[in-house]
Structures are given as structure tokens and as C-alpha cells.
T-cell receptor
Framework: AQTVTQSQPEMSVQEAETVTLSCTYDTSESDYYLFWYKQPPSRQMILVIRQEAYKQQNATENRFSVNFQKAAKSFSLKISDSQLGDAAMYFCAHRQTDAGGTSYGKLTFGQGTILTVHP | NAGVTQTPKFQVLKTGQSMTLQCAQDMNHEYMSWYRQDPGMGLRLIHYSVGAGITDQGEVPNGYNVSRSTTEDFPLRLLSAAPSQTSVYFC????????????FGPGTRLTVL
């Protein structure tokens, strides 16, 4: 079964600085998708960035980028030039693509990391 | 384009009561799913559907029923509410179950007394 682990329950960063959130995962699949979702106090789940496992190039979205290490099963999120609006809970998630198994299309989430941004 | 909508936003039930959480999407997505979010545990899959008339169980299906009569709607039914079902419930949808990003509704906070 897939597992996703976020080892940092809480992180903090100064405004305009850079912070990296860690995520490791375990899967027997060779093809899969990885995601970072942001959950602000409004509790809405907002997609930050996604990575296809078959792509070697790391995904980037404006100030957000990932360091995807497939062999190490590591998927960290780097937030550059942090802003007050980045404060939220961040979830790393793995998406199952195997139609032959159970829970087809299931997202497996980590426990989340609370990010605080200090002005 | 409203995206994924959920009603109600908040609900309080007594143990043993039943209710239906509503979920609708207007993006013509084939894949829809229900998750629950509990403190310290991330989100866990309850049930999912790959199209109208097709549903299947996820990781934590006990105590919940679903049906999918249309592409747009995917209601979640609590048959006899228990305090262990106190949680925040999210509905999500995507075009494809395997290659596409899932988009989430705003969530329903349910408290069972």
C-alpha cells in the first residue's frame, strides 16, 4: 500500500525568505503522480503543484518548485520569497494510477505541515 | 463555472440519525470521490465513482453509502451517525481517475453528538 510521510509537523519562515517542506513516499508503482495541496484556515484544498513521476524535470509554479528524487522517493516543496498569504497547512499527496488495484485514483495524503510566515 | 460544490457547510447530528451530504460538479468530470479529514491523519478516501452508475469503496467505507445516478452529483449518506464520524468531509472530482488533478469542494464540517 502507498504511504506518504511528512516529517515536519510545523515549519516557520520569515517573509521574503525561502522554506522547504519535506515529503517522502512509498509505492510499488513505476508511474504515478505527486501533488502538494495548500489548506488555509478557510479549509479549502488548493492545488499548489503537481509532478508526473515519468518526468525527470522538476515542476515549478511561480514561487513554488519541487525537488523530485524518484529513486529516493522524496518530493520536497520549496517556497521562495515567502508571503504572508502562504501561511497554511500543506499536504503532500500521491495518486494511484493502477486500475487493477483497489481504490483506483485514490489520493494518499501525508499528515500535513503547518507553515507559519512571520512578517 | 461553480467547480465542486458541497452542502451543507456545517451540520450537527445526534447519534443514530441519518443524513446526506451533497456534492455536485459542473465540469463534466467522470471521477468523483469522498474523503474525510481527521486531525493528524490527513485525508482518507471513503468512496469513489468512475462514472454514472459505478461506485466503489475506498479506505474507510464503513457507515457510509454512495450512489451516482448522474455525472454531476455524488451524494454521501450516513446511515446511522456515530461520534466516530465527526470529521470534515471533502468531495473531489477530476476528468480521469489516473492522470488528472482532483479538484476539491469547500468541505462539510460534521459533528455527531
Amino acid at each position: 500500500a502507498q504511504t506518504v510521510t511528512q516529517s515536519q509537523p510545523e515549519m516557520s519562515v520569515q517573509e521574503a525568505e525561502t522554506v522547504t517542506l519535506s515529503c517522502t513516499y512509498d509505492t510499488s508503482e513505476s508511474d504515478y503522480y505527486l501533488f502538494w495541496y495548500k489548506q488555509p484556515p478557510s479549509r479549502q484544498m488548493i492545488l499548489v503543484i503537481r509532478q508526473e513521476a515519468y518526468k525527470q524535470q522538476n515542476a515549478t509554479e511561480n514561487r513554488f518548485s519541487v525537488n523530485f528524487q524518484k529513486a529516493a522517493k522524496s518530493f520536497s516543496l520549496k517556497i521562495s520569497d515567502s508571503q504572508l498569504g502562504d501561511a497554511a497547512m500543506y499536504f503532500c499527496a500521491h495518486r494511484q494510477t493502477d486500475a487493477g488495484g483497489t481504490s483506483y485514483g485514490k489520493l494518499t495524503f501525508g499528515q500535513g505541515t503547518i507553515l507559519t510566515v512571520h512578517p | 463555472n461553480a467547480g465542486v460544490t458541497q452542502t451543507p457547510k456545517f451540520q450537527v447530528l445526534k447519534t443514530g440519525q441519518s443524513m446526506t451530504l451533497q456534492c455536485a460538479q459542473d465540469m463534466n468530470h467522470e471521477y468523483m470521490s469522498w474523503y474525510r479529514q481527521d486531525p493528524g491523519m490527513g485525508l482518507r478516501l471513503i468512496h469513489y465513482s468512475v462514472g454514472a452508475g459505478i461506485t466503489d469503496q475506498g479506505e474507510v467505507p464503513n457507515g457510509y453509502n454512495v450512489s451516482r445516478s448522474t455525472t454531476e452529483d455524488f451524494p454521501l449518506r450516513l446511515l446511522s451517525a456515530a461520534p466516530s464520524q465527526t470529521s470534515v468531509y471533502f468531495c473531489a472530482s477530476s476528468y480521469s481517475p489516473s492522470t488528472d488533478t482532483q479538484y476539491f469542494g469547500p468541505g462539510t464540517r460534521l459533528t455527531v453528538l
